[in-house]
Structure formats: C-alpha cells, structure tokens
T-cell receptor, first 112, second 113 residues
Framework: EDQVTQSPEALRLQEGESSSLNCSYT??????LFWYRQDPGKGPEFLFT???AGEEKEKERLKATLTKKESFLHITAPKPEDSATYLC?????????????FGSGTRLQVQP | DAGVIQSPRHEVTEMGQEVTLRCKPI?????LFWYRQTMMRGLELLIY????????DSGMPEDRFSAKMPNASFSTLKIQPSEPRDSAVYFC???????????FGEGSRLTVL
C-alpha cells in the first residue's frame, strides 16, 4: 500500500524567513511525485512533478527536490500570499493505478 | 476552458436522505477521479474512471455509495442513504493520459445532520 507522510503538520513563518517542508513516501515503483497547493475553500492546485531522485523543479519562491525516500519543498523568502496547505502525492508505475495517494498536508502560515 | 465544474457547492441534508453530487470534467480529459477530504483522513480516493469505465472503486466506503459516468462530460456520485459520517468535502478531478497533474474542481461540501 502506498503511503505518504508530511511534516510538519503546521508551520508558521515570518515574511522572509525561509524553511522546508518534508514529504516521506513509500510506493512500489514510483512513477511520479507531485506537489499541490490548496487554499481554503478551494480544490488543490498542481505545482510540480518530480520523476527521479536528484531532480529539482523551481517556481518563484518554491523549489522541490526528490530523493529515493523523500521530497522537500523549499520556500525561500516567503510572502503572506504563500500561506496555504501544501500537499504531496505519489503515483505508482503500475498502469492500473493511476490515482494519486496524498499526504495529509502541511498548513503554512506566513505572517507579515 | 472553464475547468472542472462541480455542483452543488454546498449541500445540507438529513440522515437517510439521498445525495447526488455532479461533476463536469475538462473537455478532452480521459481520466476522472472522485476524492473525499476530511480533517481526520485528508484526501482519500473513492473511485476513478478511464474513458468512462470505472477502474478502481476500492475506496468507495460501502454499498451506500455509487458513482456513474454515462458519458465523457458528466459524472455523478450518489450516497443513499446518507449518514452523518459522510459529512466531508467531495472533490472531482480530471486528467489527461493518466498524468499525475490533476485538475480539481472547487468541491462539494456535504453536511449530513
């Protein structure tokens, strides 16, 4: 059974204070690891896909990295508008398993 | 494209009533997913379809839940009879070619009293 564990559950940062979110995963053959952002009252919104260990993706103040067992979402000099819940998910290689397994998320609050 | 469209956005009903949630996926997408989100359990897969055919319904809690996709542009999730523990936000998402980039709707918040 695929499993995704995210930490911390919640994180409060001051504007400009950089930090990292962690996503540990267990999957029998990784097809892809995904990061999503979810704002209150909205559906998750896709951010990044990572396919293999060592891969990195960047978007504005966010950078996602991947190892064989975990992924990190680094937030550099965050702004209040980065406040959201960040979800990590995995997809298995098995063609019969196209659904994503999600972690419980990290709730990020950036204070001005 | 308008994105994935779900209705209703909010539904309050009494225990025992039938609930039907609706979803219109993005045109051209061949995968459709139904997820449920609660504070306790996070986002859980209920069922997904590929080309209108149900592929994996192992997440459907019990026989009270059923889902259909009669055509490429419409899907329903039905709960009959509803129970208070079904209270959650139900999300529909679609994707193309089995990619992990899912496009989510805004969700249907269900409250069963």
């Amino acid at each position: 059974e695929d499993q995704v564990t995210q930490s911390p559950e919640a994180l409060r940062l001051q504007e400009g204070e950089s930090s990292s979110l962690n996503c540990s995963y267990t999957v029998s053959g990784l097809r892809g690891l995904f990061w999503y952002r979810q704002d209150p009252g909205k559906g998750p919104e896709f951010l990044f896909t990572l396919y293999s260990a060592g891969e990195e993706k960047e978007k504005e103040r966010l950078k996602a990295t991947l190892t064989k067992k975990e992924s990190f979402l680094h937030i550099t000099a965050p702004k209040p508008e980065d406040s959201a819940t960040y979800l990590c998910a995995v997809q298995a290689q098995d063609t019969g398993r196209r659904a994503l397994t999600f972690g419980s998320g990290t709730r990020l609050q950036v204070q001005p | 494209d308008a994105g994935v469209i779900q209705s209703p956005r909010h539904e309050v009903t009494e225990m025992g009533q039938e609930v039907t949630l609706r979803c219109k996926p993005i045109s051209g997408h061949d995968y459709l997913f139904w997820y449920r989100q609660t504070m306790m359990r996070g986002l859980e897969l209920l069922i997904y379809f590929n080309n209108n055919v149900p592929i994996d319904d192992s997440g459907m809690p019990e026989d009270r839940f059923s889902a259909k996709m009669p055509n490429a542009s419409f899907s329903t999730l039905k709960i009959q009879p509803s129970e208070p523990r079904d209270s959650a936000v139900y999300f529909c998402a679609s994707s193309s070619l089995g990619a992990g980039e899912l496009f989510f709707g805004e969700g249907s918040r269900l409250t069963v009293l």
